[in-house]
Every structure is written in structure tokens, then in C-alpha cells.
DNA sequence: ATCTGTGAACGCTTTCACAGCA
DNA sequence: TGCTGTGAAAGCGTTCACAGAT
């Protein structure tokens, strides 16, 4: 992964221009989601419209998503559950289990090591690594944890691509940086802490105050908004001046 | 929060058309962390280049996400830090801290309740919930933990605003309907479900298998890319058939 | 000379509205 | 008739490039 070294026209294996937009990608787990719920509660067949309600979002949002994917609905009739649900899993990648290791093992690392919806979404942990020696010889969530020191031998073992670290800020990019090394391409940060890594590999932060802070300015406004009503008598039309 | 019933002009409190994009808005929080590994670095003063590097976004995004909030830098020399971290802070909502209410006080919400950079960046959790009577009275990172009807109680007492929400999937809804119910207006959700509110209550949602399915389309893509490369000997400037 | 603040251009995303197929 | 698939339009967000302040 050079950079930009002169438009390799290197078009993808199924078929045409396989471009599918960014934003899309991120909705199609959320598609995931839905269809697998509806087909546990026994429904085969779907039009856009349930989907979409189902999924939280607009159906005409839906269909264009799905657009870039193929045809796969049937005009006048919809979309048959399964079938979607399958093509839209293959897009992912997650018709197979993408092996990965978890490093950090404190409260959040132990939440993590024990989520369930982990391994029936198309994922499956490998390893949990952790640098303190008094959480080393542990079990978690049926894993033993291991030193950090261990990342590269397990890495290569089970040929791991995606690593999460749930570690403390401080050690975040070191983390990342011993990831990279051995080759992971895909990181989850969970970490408080912006990380540098070299073109061509993915990073994905969550953080939970940084969610927070973006509902905190929402309720300020909120709040002001009441006030500013409050004290302005409402005027439809809103005067000039 | 009637739907739009006629453009109620009001404007808010402090200045001019206070209308931060929402892209924005969820950078905030970020330039407001890196202000603060700088100040406590001991740096006074830094540029919008020093600034965007920190915080992981490229210079010209930097200075036209401040320049909504205002002008708070110096032409020629840069911006104050600390200066800069307040007016941040002060728009965020976070020069007080907002009272929280977490429900669901499992693996996941056992981390976040012990999380700390919570109080720091401007949250105090006032209460933890839980329906199951195992975990009440239970006492977790310091807080006892109540039953899940204490929670309108609760709310009154602290004026919450912000709710989070880390139960299984299937509770998820009935937990949010009760606490919009209640009035919380702003909720995090954790629970991979697609939560139904009203018009005027905000909700964001953070989802561990949606973050590494995104991942794994990237892993997908980066391997059929490799495979596609190999096959087809690289030809600089892509020949047109 | 230097670095911010910002109009204007560009590109991506969403929404609209309807052609096309069952 | 009913619902998908999709061009075209509208709306946002990012980047460019430079005017303007110190």
C-alpha cells in the first residue's frame, strides 16, 4: 500500500465497479441486525419499508443502500429475508469468523472478553493479552489470559487481522504501534487516545465520554432553546429586528 | 418540541446564528482532550497545525470547525491553550459536570460505572439501576446499586438529563420508553437494538459488533484487493483495453 | 513573515420522484 | 397495482487557497 504511486486499476473479483460508499458500509451491520430479527420472529419476505423501519432509517435510504450491493429484491413483492440476509453477510465478510485478540483486561476488556453477541456476528476471540503479570494465568470468559509479550506468536497462529485494545491511554499507541508491527491491518480503539498508524491500516475508536460530550451540547441547547422561548413570547413568522 | 409549526425564530442566548454542524460538534470533544495532553504538557500556546496533529484531523478542518464557534486565535501566532480548552468547554456544556444515570449494571456496566475519565470530562454518575434483585444493594465502584423502579425518583432528585443504557438487547426499548417517560432527553445506548423515541429526545448509540463488522468489510476488501493485485501483473496508468 | 479565518469549489450523502419490472 | 432500483436535485461536509490581522 504505497501511496498513490500512479492509479493501479486493480477492479475487484465478483464483478463491476465495486465501490460501495462509506456511509453504507456503516449501515449495512445495522441491515444485518434487523433481518436476523426479522427472521427469528419467522418473517420470509420484506418490503423496503419494513426494513428500513426496522433498521431506524428511511426506506429510501435503505433501497439506495442496497442498490450498491445488486438487485437482489423482486419489484412489486420485496425482499426474501434469508437471501438478503446472506448476500448482505457475504458483503461484510462475516459469512466466516474473523479470529481477534483483545488487549487490556480490565473492566472494560473483561466486558468485552465475555460479550456474547461476539461470536454469533461473525467473530471469535482468539486471545486475551494483558501486560500486568497479576491478570497473566487468568481466565476470562473461558480464555487465558496471556502476557502482551505473546501477541506476536498468536497473531501468526491463528493468522489474526483485527486486534481491539482496551487498554489505558498511556499505553494505547504502543500498543498499536507492536499491532501494525506484526501485521495486524484492523484495530478497534477503545482507548482515549488518538492513534497514529501507517496508511492501509483501519482504525475505529469508540469512546464513551467523547459520546457523552456530544449529548451534553445537545442538552445545553436544549436547554437554552427553552429559555430563549420562555423569555421571547413566540412569534410565528418571526418579526425582522 | 411540536413538529415544525411555523419557524419559531429563537435564537439563541450568547451571539449571532449559533448553528454548529453536526459533524463539527462530535470534534469538539476531541480538540478538547488534545488541549488538554497539551496544557498538560505544558504547552501555552499552540497552532492550528500543532493542535489538528494532536487531535487527528488535518489542519484546514481544524480552523473552520473553531471558526464556528467563534475567534479565539491570534493571526500570525496561534491560539492560547487553555484559553481555547474553556471556550470549547463552555460550548460543549461541560464546564459543570451533568448528572448520569446508568441502567444495566452487567459485565458492560460494571467498566462504565468504574470508568474514570467519566467524572473528569464533565459526567457524575448519581445512580445505577438494575432490574435484577441479585445486583441490588450491591455496591459497584462505589455507588449502591437500586432497583430499576428507583429510577423516576432518582432523576427528580438529580435533574437528569442524560441517561445510559447497558442491558441486554431485548430491555433495551422498555428501559428508554420509561426513561423518556420520566424526562431524561439525551440517552447512550449500548444495547444492540434500534431504540424508538420521540421528536426532541436524542440517542446515540455505541455498538462493539457494528465497529468490527465495518472493520471486517475493510479486512475483506483489503485481502480481495491483495489477491485481485497478484493476479493481474500491476500496469502503471491502467491500459484502456 | 506568519498563521488565522473564511468564501468558494469540490465531493460525498441523502432525499426526491418516477421509470421499470413483477 | 405495488414496490424496487435509480437518475437527478438538494443538502452537508471537507478541502482549497487566499485575504486579512498581527
Not at 7 to 15: C, E, F, N
Not at 79 to 94: H, N, P, S, T
Amino acid at each position: 500500500m504505497r501511496l498513490e504511486s500512479g492509479a493501479v486499476s486493480a477492479r475487484s473479483s465478483t464483478d463491476a465497479s465495486r465501490v460501495i460508499p462509506e456511509a453504507t458500509v456503516a449501515r449495512l451491520p445495522v441491515y444485518l441486525r434487523a433481518l436476523t430479527a426479522l427472521a427469528d420472529s419467522g418473517i420470509r419476505t420484506c418490503s423496503s419499508e419494513d426494513l428500513a423501519s426496522a433498521a431506524g432509517v428511511n426506506s429510501a435510504k435503505l433501497r439506495k443502500d442496497l442498490s450498491y450491493l445488486g438487485s437482489y429484491g423482486t419489484r412489486g413483492v420485496g425482499y426474501d429475508v434469508d437471501y438478503l440476509r446472506y448476500q448482505i453477510a457475504r458483503e461484510i465478510g462475516v459469512t466466516q469468523d474473523w479470529p481477534v485478540v483483545i488487549v487490556g483486561i480490565g473492566n472494560l476488556g473483561h466486558a468485552l472478553a465475555n460479550f456474547s453477541g461476539f461470536r454469533s456476528r461473525g467473530f471469535r476471540i482468539v486471545a486475551l493479552l494483558d501486560a500486568d503479570p497479576e491478570l497473566v494465568g487468568q481466565t476470562v470468559a473461558g480464555v487465558q489470559v496471556q502476557p502482551f509479550d505473546a501477541l506476536e506468536e498468536t497473531v501468526r497462529t491463528h493468522d489474526v487481522a483485527i486486534g481491539v485494545i482496551a487498554t489505558p491511554a498511556v499505553a494505547a499507541q504502543d500498543v498499536a504501534d507492536r499491532m501494525v508491527a506484526i501485521g495486524i491491518t484492523s484495530i478497534l480503539n477503545f482507548a482515549p487516545s488518538v492513534l497514529a498508524v501507517p496508511e492501509g491500516v483501519d482504525v475505529r475508536k469508540v469512546d464513551l465520554s467523547i459520546e457523552l460530550q456530544i449529548l451534553a451540547y445537545h442538552e445545553q441547547r436544549k436547554a437554552n432553546d427553552a429559555v430563549a422561548a420562555a423569555a421571547v413570547p413566540v412569534t410565528v413568522d418571526g418579526g425582522a429586528s
